[in-house]
């Protein structure tokens, strides 16, 4: 009975520390992930004039961040007349990630809230 135990601490504490851990294949695609954050917020910024880039979500949250994680992205100052244009140049910027672009006026409160507690400045 106590080798049972024994053995079931020892995997509890296995399986503790594999949570924790993030294997290095994700490590990359986080770092890739975050590369692409930064270059599509200079792209909206020299392209399409934009006040403001945040990013939010799962990219600020190792912990949460998976291989299908996307990359959120809070922009203020998109114009209408430019969101066509700047969405084709998001969605085709890099094949391997999916963008969102989050508009302050058109988004549920409740996200908005999210990127302006939990968002960081590109």
Request: aromatic share 8%.
């Amino acid at each position: 009975m106590l080798q049972q135990q024994t053995r079931r601490e020892k995997h509890m504490k296995w399986l503790r520390h594999s949570l924790t851990r993030t294997s290095p294949i994700l490590e990359d695609r986080l770092s890739r992930a975050k590369k692409t954050a930064h270059q599509v917020a200079r792209l909206l910024k020299e392209n399409y004039d934009v006040n403001r880039v945040r990013l939010f979500g799962s990219l600020l949250h190792p912990d949460q961040f998976h291989a299908d994680s996307d990359v959120d992205l809070a922009v203020e100052g998109l114009t209408m007349a430019n969101y066509w244009d700047a969405l084709a140049d998001v969605l085709f910027f890099d094949s391997e990630f999916i963008i969102d672009l989050v508009d302050p006026e058109t988004c549920p409160s409740a996200i908005w809230d999210i990127v302006e507690r939990e968002g960081v400045d590109l």
